[in-house]
């Protein structure tokens, strides 16, 4: 069964913290490609940050870099991220995706490569 259940999500003001949990069927957590991607209003979903399970190779948009961490928990088939430092311009629904693909060094931040997606959870970010 495919399913991933994102939360952790809610409002704060800039500067504040959040730390989004994607909970992962045992098989979906079996892809060894697992991200957070992000959609705010008017704008393309991108990708913020993956982890290649194999190694734990990490990906970050640069607009989070140095302020936003992914992580995973595998006793607990759970994915995080980490959100510190946050901005107004971050404020946007996050997306938790999974997939299995070909990968050199890092997962890719392109969200056309995933086929497994949560449902979203919202982080608002006021100035």
């Known amino acids: 069964q495919v399913q991933l259940v994102e939360s952790g999500g809610g409002s704060v003001q800039a500067g504040g913290s959040l730390r989004l949990s994607c909970a992962a069927s045992?098989?979906?957590?079996?892809?060894?490609?697992m991200g957070w991607f992000r959609q705010a209003p008017g704008k393309e979903r991108e990708g913020v940050a993956t982890i290649y399970t194999n190694g734990g190779n990490t990906y970050y948009a640069d607009s989070v870099k140095g302020r936003f961490t992914i992580s995973r928990d595998n006793a607990k088939n759970t994915l995080y991220l980490q959100m510190n430092g946050l901005k107004p311009e971050d404020t946007a629904m996050y997306y938790c995706?999974?997939?299995?693909?070909?990968?050199?060094?890092?997962?890719?931040?392109?969200?056309?490569?995933?086929?497994?997606w949560g449902q979203g959870t919202q982080v608002t970010v006021s100035s």
């Open positions: 045992d098989y979906t957590y079996r892809s060894n490609c």
């Open positions: 995706a999974a997939a299995t693909l070909w990968v050199a060094y890092v997962c890719p931040g392109t969200e056309y490569e995933y086929n497994y």
